[in-house]
């Protein structure tokens, strides 16, 4: 077992480049340019001591899905030049402010969502979210509400699409799943976007399947950061 509350910097180190010959595996395999394909490193619940190491060692997109903790540690690291990725759920409430210190929003699921982050000032890269299961609970949009979301989103200034964003269903193979979403894509998104080509999809355990079906921007936590502390 690995010691969750100090991964040092050497454990740090050989997982990420596990993960990164996993990633140049799975992209010979699928007859990809590796370069094409970002490592998001997911460091919910980890401390910013953490991300710090895991910027030495040459990362720099992290992701967070709670807007508390990643505005803290947006704060406490805001000496490095690291691109924060929110992927989680996200309130409107809460848009602006995340919007304050995220490069990228992983997670827009709704028209309300989209409204709250119109700026006439700034841009911010984002993906729409689809959900692959029948839980409504689990984020992201209904495919079959794709195509209406998508377009809400092109028309609202501050907002640049790249793509969409999927997490794999737990009961079912991820590899199906993520053809889903290429094929989503290519239908709802590609006509009316075509530089939306971006697809945020594979985590630590199914990042093969992920790249396969052509995934751009991994979002790898365990597998490089260790188990998550407890949340509290
Ligand atoms: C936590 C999380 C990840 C990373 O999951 P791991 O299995 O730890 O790699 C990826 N995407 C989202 C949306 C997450 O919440």
Redesign the pocket.
């Known amino acids: 077992m690995t010691d969750e509350r100090s991964a040092g910097v050497d454990d740090l180190r050989a997982r990420l480049r596990a993960v990164a010959s996993r990633v140049g595996e799975a992209a010979r395999l699928a007859d990809r340019d590796p370069a094409g394909i970002r490592t998001i490193v997911?460091t919910?619940f980890h401390p910013a001591s953490l991300v710090r190491d895991l910027a030495t060692l040459g990362v720099t997109d992290v992701?967070e899905?709670r807007h508390q903790e990643a505005q803290a540690k947006a704060l406490e690291l805001a000496d490095l030049d690291l691109s924060w990725h929110f992927?989680?759920q996200l309130q409107s409430k809460k848009a602006r402010q995340v919007r304050a210190y995220a490069d990228a929003i992983?997670s827009i699921d709704r028209a309300a969502l989209v409204d709250a982050l119109r700026s006439d000032e700034t841009s911010i890269d984002c993906f729409v979210q689809v959900n692959l299961t029948d839980d409504p609970g689990r984020g992201g949009v209904a495919p079959d509400e794709l195509e209406g979301l998508v377009e809400h989103v092109l028309a609202t200034p501050g907002l640049r699409l790249l793509g969409l964003m999927a997490?794999a269903p737990l009961d079912e193979p991820a590899r199906p799943a993520f053809a889903r979403v290429r094929e989503l894509s290519e239908r709802f998104v590609l006509p009316m976007a075509p530089e939306a080509r971006s697809l945020s999809m594979g985590?630590?355990?199914d990042l093969e399947d992920a790249v396969a079906e052509g995934a751009t921007h991994l979002?790898?936590?365990?597998?490089i950061t260790g188990n998550?502390p407890i949340a509290g």
């Open positions: 997911v919910k992701g899905n992927i989680g992983h997490v985590m630590s355990h979002r790898i936590g365990t597998a998550r």
